[in-house]
């Protein structure tokens, strides 16, 4: 079990921390620009990349929950499927994201293509879609994402395979968050403020503390190789 356990948890510090790289270069900032439309046409390997980069975080999202499932099943398998479900629903809405920013692509070519004759439904169009898009990415998915790390911070918390300030920050971190996100889906704040980004720096800094610490330290077992498990 000590194998099975090392090797599962220094894999998944690889893929939080890789989730934290590509997660920066996902940053699509002619999608994000106020000129969006214009902008996405000047730059549009950017935009592929940034959609590339997506794909990748989805993956390492789907993979984090796979390598942990088995073991924070033995903790609670209710909770530790809802934390994957949470998973696979925040990975869904992450690719309709995805496929909604490059439709932003798509409809700023044609407009440059077509020339300025339906500019106005164009431009009508393209916002619907940049709303669309920043409510499923800043919005939504968070809500999906918060709520499977809210269960899987509190079965970290109930076991031993974690300082106990880990999981604590986690779930207030990712309370935060769900919080940021709250205050953006009524208007209170708008996305890449620096109100947001301060909201989710807790959160981002957890992930690279949590990422770094399995990587090198990974759960605690005891002598006979379990995880202890409250």
């Given amino acids: ?10 894999m998944a510090g690889l893929l939080i921390l890789l989730g934290l790289v590509v997660g920066i270069l996902s940053i699509a900032p002619a999608v994000d620009s106020e000129d969006f439309l214009t902008n996405v046409v000047v730059d549009p390997i950017g935009v ?6 997506q794909f990748i975080l989805f993956l390492t999202y789907m993979g984090f929950a796979i ?12 909770l530790a499927l809802g934390f994957l479900s949470f998973r696979i629903i ?3 809405i992450l690719i309709f994201g995805i496929m909604v920013m490059l439709a932003i692509l798509a409809l700023g070519q044609e407009l440059e293509l077509f020339g300025s004759g339906n500019v106005g439904v164009g431009q009508a169009v393209g916002q619907m879609l940049k709303v669309i898009r920043d409510q499923t990415n800043h919005v939504f998915m968070v809500f999906a994402l ?46 890449i403020t620096p109100e947001y980004l301060m909201m989710n720096a807790p959160t981002a800094l957890l992930e ?11 759960f ?8 202890h498990v409250l």
């Fill in 146 to 191: 918060g709520t499977g790390n809210l269960m899987l911070y509190w079965m970290l918390l109930r076991s031993d395979l974690l300082p106990d300030w880990l999981p604590l920050w986690g779930l207030f971190g990712t309370m935060l968050s769900i919080s940021a996100s709250g205050f953006l889906l009524f208007e209170y704040v708008e996305v």
């Fill in 48 to 53: 592929q990349l940034s959609a590339l980069f």
């Fill in 1 to 10: 079990m000590m194998k099975f356990v090392n090797r599962r948890d220094t």
């Fill in 90 to 92: 925040a990975g869904c």
């Fill in 220 to 227: 605690k077992v005891n002598k006979g190789g379990e995880g």
């Fill in 67 to 78: 390598l942990l499932f088995p073991i924070l099943q033995k903790i609670d398998r209710d």
């Fill in 208 to 218: 690279l503390v949590l990422g770094i610490w399995l990587l090198t330290k990974g």
